[in-house]
């Protein structure tokens, strides 16, 4: 069973925007602190933006501020990335993660999805 389903990716051009979900049928994710994470090919698996139980947003990624911003819907058990300005160096497999807090750590988590693929192109 998966906990948690992420869903959003696609191909889109750079400048266009995605909003990525993180939904779950398992847990409620409001008692979760939920993360985004992406791995470029090639390249380690890094933190994007996390939020905590009580609605702090923590940012990982330089590259992301004032693009990329993250958002829940309780009411859908749902969490959001929105993704704004894409840039082909945002291309990568999307995960989300729940746990107790917001970690930049991979390893402070204890469960994740099977990821989206986003890819950013002309």
């Known amino acids: 069973q998966l906990l948690l389903v992420e869903s959003g990716g696609g191909l889109v051009q750079p400048g266009e925007s995605l909003r990525l979900s993180c939904s779950s049928s398992?847990?409620?994710?409001?008692?979760?602190?939920i993360a985004w994470f992406r791995q470029a090919p090639g390249k380690e698996r890094e933190g994007v933006l996390c939020?905590?139980?009580?609605?702090?947003?923590?940012n990982y990624a330089d590259s992301v501020k004032g693009r990329f911003t993250i958002s829940r819907d309780n009411a859908k058990n749902t969490v959001y990335l929105q993704m704004n300005s894409l840039k082909p160096e945002d291309t990568g497999v999307y995960y989300c993660?729940?746990?107790?807090?917001?970690?930049?750590?991979?390893?402070?988590?204890?469960?994740w999805g099977q990821g989206t693929q986003v890819t950013v192109s002309s």
């Open positions: 398992g847990f409620i994710l409001v008692y979760a602190a």
């Open positions: 939020i905590s139980r009580s609605d702090e947003r923590t």
């Open positions: 993660l729940s746990g107790p807090y917001c970690s930049g750590s991979v390893g402070e988590y204890d469960y």
